[in-house]
């Protein structure tokens, strides 16, 4: 395993979710740039739902987990 965190997508001026999602380290460092805040690159963590994914093993409105591995 080299690291685990939660599945997160990157959202859009609308507030809706692209299709692309990627895991975030549990424990992700942050870079500081320029003066402004223009919202470019908001990551937001992905939650279950129910009927999209079945209902258990995995809990309505829970953030989804996830984990990276190498051979």
Not at 35 to 56: F, M, Q, R
Request: charged residues 20%; proline residues 6%; contains cysteine.
């Amino acid at each position: 395993m080299e690291y685990s965190g939660y599945l997160t997508g990157q959202g859009n001026l609308a507030g809706h979710l692209g299709f692309d999602s990627l895991c975030l380290d549990k424990n992700p460092e942050f870079l500081e740039h320029g003066g402004t805040n223009d919202d470019d690159h908001v990551l937001y963590v992905l939650e279950a739902k129910c009927g999209s994914l079945p209902c258990p093993p995995y809990v309505d409105g829970r953030e989804l987990t996830c984990v990276v591995c190498s051979k």
